[in-house]
């Protein structure tokens, strides 16, 4: 099953989102498994991959394996490595990507730099997508990008059970060993999902009007398209998600994606990102948050305080816990990747997800009507 959560939502005016397609898609889901996918060779020829290397033991007792796809523009590498590096478990499967606003030159520089780290070499389970497109983060153009991606993680190594997006400005609250820990306990046909809008019902007007994305078919990212005339609001489905109006999927969405979002304080209290600020995005139980420049100092409060990540390392886990510089795939210190060791965090967020899968189940649908 895959899982989605379309970060290319961040920051935009929910009813540029719904404009854009009814609405933008942010969902962890089981939709790119449904679609039979075309996707040109030339954009797994510009691939730069790296051939798995380990084997990973799979079923009931065994975590999941994670299926992350990371995005980025012009300039912003090197934030895509150190979250690479910040959520990285041998388990997984990684696909990084920079948008059409990057230079060939700084996509290559990317791609080499993952493939000079040992850990990732040994492994072989972090890719590069060395051909990019346009993307308008807010239009449809961002959605198919993320199906794209998934559609390239199914061909390079389809055995994995979620599917997560995630922007460079983005960071994890959680030990890939404390989110696999809370997932393996998690059914698989379960989607976690934000789809409820109170706004809705007040911009109903502007769903009517008609927007196009030339981005799709362009090969330089352009702006929305608003057209003069508008249309009915459609009666055949509900203004959610693609998985809301599924009967196959309705019943399986939970209503929370597990990310906190800074935009939703107030803009003062961002400013700051002060010991309150950060105690307050902890106990929201979010396993990531966004948005986060460069090298911002509360990234190093994470690192420290929350993964024990030493600058430019990677994250200890059980899987490694000696200097994962050194490491190879036949190396003792990395030998348990099939095991996982939660911490508190770990264990709050298998409650958390045990609450809220619990909760969404005592409803007779998880997709409320509007």
């Not at 300039?75 to 997984?92: D, T, V």
């Not at 346009?134 to 993320?146: D, E, Q, V």
């Not at 059970?161 to 698989?188: R, V």
Request: hydrophobic share 40%; proline share 4%.
């Amino acid at each position: 099953m895959g899982t989605f959560k379309c970060s290319s939502c961040r920051g935009m005016d929910y009813r540029l989102g719904l404009l854009s397609f009814a609405v933008c898609l942010v969902f962890f889901g089981a939709v790119s498994r449904i679609f039979n996918f075309n996707i040109p060779r030339g954009s797994v020829s510009k691939l730069q991959h790296l051939t798995p290397k380990a084997a990973i033991s799979k079923g009931k007792g065994y975590p999941p394996v994670l299926a992350y796809w990371i995005s980025g523009s012009k300039g912003e590498s090197k934030k895509m490595e150190r979250l690479l590096k910040a959520i990285y478990h041998p388990r997984n499967q990684y696909l990084l990507q920079l948008d059409d606003s990057s230079s060939e030159s700084e996509r290559l520089e990317l791609a080499l730099s993952v493939q000079s780290h040992k850990v990732f070499e040994a492994f072989g389970n972090v890719n590069v997508v060395g051909k990019s497109y346009a993307i308008n983060k807010m239009g449809c153009s961002a959605l198919s990008s993320a199906l794209h991606a998934a559609a390239l993680l199914l061909k390079i190594n389809a055995d994995w059970d979620w599917f997560i997006t995630l922007s460079a400005s983005d960071y994890p609250l959680s030990t890939q060993d404390d989110i696999l820990h809370a997932l393996t306990f998690l059914p698989k046909d379960i989607n976690l999902i934000h789809y409820t809008n109170k706004t809705i019902r007040k911009e109903q007007r502007d769903i009517n009007q008609i927007v196009v994305d030339p981005s799709l078919h362009e090969e330089m990212t352009s702006p929305l398209f608003f057209a003069v005339e508008s249309r009915d609001a459609p009666d055949a489905f509900q203004i959610f998600t693609v998985l809301c109006n599924s009967p196959e999927f309705n019943n399986t969405t939970v209503d929370n994606r597990l990310l906190y979002t800074l935009w939703d304080t107030d803009p003062s209290e961002f400013q700051k990102l002060d010991l309150s600020h950060y105690d307050r995005m902890l106990e929201t139980g979010a396993a990531f948050a966004r948005p986060f420049d460069q090298d911002d100092l509360i990234l190093d409060k994470i690192d420290d305080l929350i993964l024990n990540r030493s600058p430019n390392g990677l994250v200890p886990g059980e899987w490694c816990s000696a200097d994962q510089n050194f490491c190879s795939a036949n190396n003792s210190c990395c030998s348990s990747i099939d095991t996982v060791n939660p911490g508190s965090y770990g264990i709050n967020l298998a409650t958390l997800l045990a609450q809220l899968v619990k909760s969404s189940t005592n409803t007779t649908s998880q997709c409320q009507k509007l």
